[in-house]
């Protein structure tokens, strides 16, 4: 069946009524398109394939995933990577592979598809050398230039921690015993093309077994494999699956994923030495992992690719592209539509399914984001006042903006009223792309106007603006490029950057991102700033713009992210240790220290969780806790009231953690009102 006649399929009855319904509510929207949070890669958009897909490689699966502009082609499939051996076109253990589905034969659909590979060396059942073999033939045999190299795939699955679904042959299966060999598949890999990029397996903050620690051990998988292999590899690997049992609930994760990544992030900066800030990351699989193969799944992927985006992903990898079902584990979703249990973009046309190759709409959530952004475009900030009702947007290469509004309510219609920052769009009436409820193709018309549009129950939406001619935007300017932050101290930062190209730059400008709102640090005439009198302890992210002779203001730069530090002269200092952490909660030790010439006699400890998913818990000692918000004030408990001057004594005290997301560790503490000294402990 060929590509054309799958998207022509009626629509069901869900789609068909979905203009029937009024808009009964109103959400605002705020974009700032000086808010910029990354530039879309042209990896951006990626999707697995499996060697027992025996139609991975036809004409007409190359055909739809051309359509959806898939950038970024994942081989040889999952779990199978750990037993995958290339040159046979095996698995280890006998796993099915179907015919066709060899390496090469792979790399020309790549080539069809105008994609990109990132392959899986086998760790569990293979040797560094069988991958520096492959690399050899791919790169200099074949001239395929293929970057991106894993090894292994969820590797912490090996049994180590209990739960054993991944192939792993080694006598020791120690996150200790991986990060050692991840250094000699690196050396080997790299010493037949230095160009290439490696990829270590780590674990998403909130995903099993982030902080768990196995009998014997003393750090978690993350805090083992980063310090050694941090001088080795190119990028990090995790999978995102949020495991929840509603659709509501599902929809809802998202929300939860910029605080895992960056919890990630300050990971690998700080486990994985010096080269830590130039390690990227790759979500190389993710899905909803709940009703996928219906209007929840587009839902869920439309959001999740561009919030891991905005993130600091480079690559996001749906899992997968066929995936199958039996047909055992069919539902049904809240607009009435049918989950087959099959997880896949496209039908295997299994007896329960649709015809063989027809899209879910995962693949129309897919499909969409290139109708927001293409590789060259900017992401910029966005927010609405509905949890219901998420928002993204990208400043286009051509001077448009894109707007796209996903509403994640099945019974109601939204009227979104839109507001911009930084950018003014023309008063022509816009063109929109609609992606409704269980449709079986994204359509288009121009409806609404740049403020105000109506968004259908659970449909994305997509708005493309053209700029006003009094646009306050140079296009002449390019962004200020790939600004880094060093010299990093409790109260003080020094940002650089690369020149703007293309017309006179009078000054540059860097801003504060505040929510939806630019805070202006300060200027310079050269291409570096220094910014005093920030906040200890304390995140920030900015943008710099050109300003040119126009007064117009440039494009923004790529963010650049860093935490203020504390004072490594105080007069108290506080250590912070994560003892234990699971799932939904975490042990926390904190001690306290008066280094100062003063005997405190009552003291008052303050900090604040980073995120809003980390809470006290009823069980505290040593301490009395009280929460506002992320807010926490620790009073002493009638025995530890006291601390004596110059370290005369320390006191301990500790509490259990609730977490229904990210737990990174309160970044400051006072004493009194006095910015301590911070060490953490884990």
Known sequence: MSAA???TIAAPPAAQSTAAHAASATVDVTVNANEGLGTVSSTAYGANQAVWDGSM??????????????????YPGGSYGDGYHWQTNTVTGGGYVAPGTDFDSFMGTVGSVGAQAILIANYGSGSADEAADWVRYANVTKGYHDQYWEIGNEVYGNGYYGADWELDQHADKSPATYAANVVQYAKAMKAVDPTIKIGVVLTLPDSWPDGVVASGDSKDWNRTVLPVVGPYVDFASVHYYPNHTTAADILQQTKLLPAELAQLRQQINRYAGTNGPNIGVAVTEAQSNFQSDTQVGALF????FFTALENGAFTVDYWD????????????APDGATDYGDGGLLSSGASCEPPWNTPFPSYYGLQMLSHVAQPGDTLVNSSSSNPLLSVHAAR?????????????DPQAAYTVNLDYGGWTPDSATPTVYTYADEATSITSTQKGTAGTQVVPPYSIVTVKLTPSPDNPVDRTLTAPGSPT????GPDGAT????????????RYEVYQQNGTNSVLLGESASTSFTAHNLRPGTAYTLNVLARSQRGYLSAPSEPVTFITGTPQNSTCAVSYDVSTDWESGFVANISVTNTGPT????????????TATETVSGSTWNATYTESGQNVIVTPSTYTTDLAPNSGNTVSFGFVGNQTGANPPPAAFTLNGTVCTTTYLS
């Open 5 to 7: 006649a799958v998207l």
């Open 57 to 74: 490689n036809v004409p007409e699966a190359a055909s739809v995933l051309r359509g959806a502009n898939v950038g970024m082609m994942r």
């Open 301 to 304: 992927d439309t959001d999740m």
């Open 321 to 332: 592209t066929r995936n199958g079902t039996d047909c055992s584990n069919i539902t049904t």
């Open 396 to 408: 286009n290469a051509n001077g448009d903006l894109s707007v796209e509004l996903v509403n994640q």
């Open 485 to 488: 932050v060093t010299s990093v």
């Open 495 to 506: 940002i650089s950057w690369r020149p703007s190209t293309g017309g006179d730059v009078t």
């Open 599 to 610: 005997p405190i006699n009552g003291w008052t400890l303050a900090f604040s969780f980073p």
